[in-house]
């Protein structure tokens, strides 16, 4: 177990509805961040929050948005699912710059 | 942009045999290197880092160095076993380019066998 929760493990849902992905850091890391892993894009970062404040932002689509709550959860949404949104959708904390991330185990989004 | 190249994959090779899987990277400033491994139906773990020039990271027999002058850092091992079959991701963080996001290899799959 990384310290860092993912849920759900599994998500399977039709075109154009809508999802929510939830993560919980490890205790005392500050900075979330995510990620989408596809076959055809590999490894794409998607968005950082650092203590509840948008710090960075990558390759995200507008259909796509997140936030971090006081509590440092953070949840990504999801919106007008197109088939090609199906992906390992990662999250990842940290406490320091530089250092590395703690990943979660990742949610498996299937669009049908 | 920043970007990293790693050798593509799949690589096979038998328990005890030496690795090295090739990763090279561009960055504007001065960034951090890492190594993550990934094993069936997991997350991503960290396997090993360097921050600066020269520094050699390590774990588990692994090594890697942080070669400026080639802009590389290329992952080895001098005896694999079966358990070490997984997948190795070169990754940078650069933070002068202004965020501490990661930019990733596409990855390369390693399977040792018995």
């Known amino acids: 177990d990384s310290g860092v929760t993912q849920t759900p493990k599994h998500l399977i849902t039709a075109t154009g509805q809508r999802v929510t992905l939830r993560c919980s850091p490890r205790s005392g890391d500050l900075s979330v961040y995510w990620y989408q892993q596809s076959l055809d894009q590999g490894l794409q970062f998607l968005i950082q929050?650092?203590?509840?404040?948008?710090?960075a932002k990558g390759n995200i689509l507008e259909r796509f948005s997140a936030q971090q709550f006081p509590d440092l959860h953070s949840e990504l949404n999801l919106s007008s699912l197109e088939l090609g949104d199906s992906a390992l959708y990662f999250c990842a904390s940290s406490v320091l710059t530089g250092v590395g991330y703690t990943f979660g185990s990742g949610t498996r989004l299937t669009v049908v | 942009g920043d970007s990293v190249t790693q050798m593509e994959g799949p690589v096979t090779l038998s328990e005890e045999a030496c690795l090295t899987i090739?990763?090279?990277?561009?960055?504007?400033?001065?960034?951090?290197l890492f190594w993550y491994v990934q094993y069936p139906g997991e997350g991503l773990q960290l396997l090993l880092k360097?921050?600066?020039?020269?520094d050699k990271g390590s774990n588990k027999g692994f090594e890697a160095t942080y070669r400026k002058e080639t802009t590389s850092f290329h992952l080895e091992k001098g005896s694999v076993q079966v358990s070490d079959s997984a997948v190795y991701f070169c990754?940078?963080?650069?933070?002068?380019?202004?965020?501490?996001?990661?930019?990733f290899g596409k990855g390369t799959k390693l399977t040792v066998n018995p």
């Open positions: 929050y650092y203590n509840g404040e948008e710090r």
């Open positions: 360097a921050t600066k020039a020269d």
């Open positions: 990754a940078l963080s650069d933070p002068q380019g202004g965020s501490e996001k990661l930019v």
């Open positions: 090739n990763c090279t990277y561009t960055a504007t400033g001065y960034p951090s």
